[in-house]
């Protein structure tokens, strides 16, 4: 599982949490339904991009974090 690094707003790290949004029918199919996996910080309720899995949501959780130390 990829770590995950302290919340980019309140630099919380034990508040969170992976959260999982069901979406579809996609693709037309029946049944075929995805889910999209997030990180969610339970402190000050920012919530990072999207990803198919947990493992991709939190690289876009630790990137996000990069992206805001960067800009300026
Ligand atoms: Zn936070």
Known sequence: MTER???PFCGEK???VAV???VGPVG???GDYGERKAVECQN???LGPWGDTF??????WNKR???A???G
């Open 5 to 7: 690094k302290g919340c």
């Open 14 to 16: 034990e508040e969170l």
């Open 20 to 22: 999982e949004l069901v």
């Open 28 to 30: 037309g199919g029946e």
């Open 44 to 46: 000050c309720g920012a």
């Open 55 to 60: 493992t991709e949501a939190a690289e876009a």
């Open 65 to 67: 974090l990069g992206a």
């Open 69 to 71: 130390e960067g800009r």
